[in-house]
């Protein structure tokens, strides 16, 4: 149960796009099309932005995008805004019916 | 609307029990896989625990397993996590979140409440 390796960090100016990575291996983000991805705020619970490797759910800005090649993971967000700026976390389900998170990467838009 | 509501948090010492509930309402709470997923102070997320929607089966994270717990009560509307044997590593803020769809990702989470384990 390994965490996902994920960048600590990535910056952006407004209206730039921004990627971020998540690893993983062939138990989990490669294994299967169940990768998602979460917003958090300081101090407030996490919100899910991607799920199954790169659906919306409803009322999430058509700006965030995800996509897997292999055993990594990304999230793409576009036209960066300053409301962007919190922690990324990914997650994906495991071959032990488990779930493993990212180690979380701070945006920041500049 | 999906409401998550954490409670049963506070400062405990190491080896001791506590028992967490999370009330749940605005939806149909026993069609629903449900988990635990927790924080450290200034860490990142770490998933605990599943648990189906009768209760047949749980799955944990290798760190707890043995020690902590994942219940619920579908008449009640209501998650529990008994942990037992807690020690000062497990200091967190405890969320409560809904499983959705595929069983693969957490749509709806509760605010979180604070497990404090010190000497």
């Known amino acids: 149960q390994s965490a996902l390796t994920q960048p600590a960090s990535v910056s952006g100016s407004p209206g730039q796009s921004i990627t971020i990575s998540c690893t993983g291996t062939?138990?989990?983000?490669?294994?299967?099309?169940?990768v998602s991805w979460y917003q958090q705020h300081p101090g407030k619970a996490p919100k899910l932005m991607i799920y199954?490797?790169?659906n919306r759910p409803s009322g999430v800005s058509n700006r965030f995008s995800g996509s897997k090649s292999g055993n990594t993971a990304s999230l793409t967000i576009s036209g960066l805004q300053a409301e962007d700026e919190a922690d990324y976390y990914c997650?994906?389900?495991?071959?032990?019916?488990?779930?493993?998170f990212g180690g979380g990467t701070k945006l920041t838009v500049l | 609307e999906v409401q998550l509501v954490e409670s049963g948090g506070g400062l405990v010492q190491p080896g001791g029990s506590l028992r967490l509930s999370c009330a749940a309402s605005?939806?149909?709470?026993?069609?629903?896989?449900m988990s635990w997923v927790r924080q450290a102070p200034g860490k990142g997320l770490e998933w605990v625990a599943n648990?189906?929607?009768?209760?047949?089966?749980?799955y944990y994270v290798d760190s707890v397993r043995g020690r902590f717990t994942i219940s619920r009560d579908n008449t009640k509307n209501s998650l529990y996590m008994q942990m037992n044997s807690l020690r000062v590593e497990d200091t967190a803020v405890y969320h409560c979140?809904?499983?959705?769809?595929?069983?693969?990702?957490?749509?709806?989470w509760g605010q979180g409440i604070l497990v404090t384990v010190s000497s």
């Open positions: 605005g939806f149909t709470f026993s069609n629903y896989w």
């Open positions: 997650s994906s389900y495991t071959r032990t019916s488990t779930v493993v």
């Open positions: 979140a809904r499983i959705g769809g595929s069983g693969s990702y957490f749509d709806y």
């Open positions: 199954e490797v790169s």
């Open positions: 062939n138990s989990d983000v490669g294994g299967y099309n169940y």
């Open positions: 648990i189906k929607q009768d209760g047949s089966q749980k």
